[in-house]
T-cell receptor, first 114, second 114 residues
Framework: AQKITQTQPGMFVQEKEAVTLDCTYD???????LFWYKQPSSGEMIFLIY??????QNATEGRYSLNFQKARKSANLVISASQLGDSAMYFC???????????FGKGTRLHILP | NAGVTQTPKFQVLKTGQSMTLQCAQD?????MYWYRQDPGMGLRLIYY???????DKGEVPNGYNVSRLNKREFSLRLESAAPSQTSVYFC?????????????FGDGTRLSIL
């Protein structure tokens, strides 16, 4: 069965610092995709970045990068130069190739301090 | 440019009442999903549908039924609402057949069961 684990319920980070949000996963599917979403206080789900299991390079998207360590089954999100607007809930998600089930972790609430 | 549309946005029910949450997408996606979001629990998959005419159980299907009416619409029904079903419900859609496509989410339905 697939499983996503986010072990940090909440984090406080000073503005302009880099922050790493942890995500570990478990799956028996040889091909899968990993995603990060942001949920601000307004409630909408915003897609940030994805990583394919066979991608050789770590994904990057602006200030977001994904530190993918396949052997350790981890897919940590790195936000560089954090901003006040980064304060939100962040979810890691995984999708297997065998079926279309997409599951989420419990999320990490990030607080950026001025 | 609607994307995924959920109705209603808010609803209050009494225990034992029934209700159907509606979801429609205009992106010609094959896969559609229903999640519930509760504090500290992340997004949990209730049901998903890989294509018109097919539905599959997710992590927390008990107390819910779904209908994939056509390619655009995927509804979630609560036959006899219980206070434990108080939650925010999200509908999402995605392309099928590849692990690398993210989901597109609706704005959510806040449901309270008294």
């Amino acid at each position: 069965a697939q499983k996503i684990t986010q072990t940090q319920p909440g984090m406080f980070v000073q503005e302009k610092e880099a922050v790493t949000l942890d995500c570990t996963y478990d799956t028996s599917d040889p091909s899968y995709g990993l995603f990060w979403y942001k949920q601000p206080s307004s409630g909408e789900m915003i897609f940030l970045i994805y990583q394919g299991s066979y991608d050789q390079q770590n994904a990057t998207e602006g200030r977001y990068s994904l530190n993918f360590q396949k052997a350790r089954k981890s897919a940590n999100l790195v936000i560089s130069a954090s901003q006040l607007g980064d304060s939100a809930m962040y979810f890691c998600a995984m999708r297997g190739r065998r079926d279309d089930k997409i599951i989420f972790g419990k999320g990490t609430r990030l607080h950026i301090l001025p | 440019n609607a994307g995924v549309t959920q109705t209603p946005k808010f609803q209050v029910l009494k225990t034992g009442q029934s209700m159907t949450l509606q979801c429609a997408q205009d992106m010609n996606h094959n896969s559609m999903y229903w999640y519930r979001q509760d504090p500290g629990m992340g997004l949990r998959l209730i049901y998903y549908s890989a294509s018109e005419g097919t539905t599959d159980k997710g992590e927390v299907p008990n107390g819910y039924n779904v209908s994939r009416l056509n390619k655009r619409e995927f509804s979630l029904r609560l036959e006899s609402a219980a206070p434990s079903q108080t939650s925010v419900y999200f509908c999402a859609s995605s392309e099928v057949g590849t692990a690398y496509q993210p989901q597109h989410f609706g704005d959510g339905t806040r449901l309270s069961i008294l």
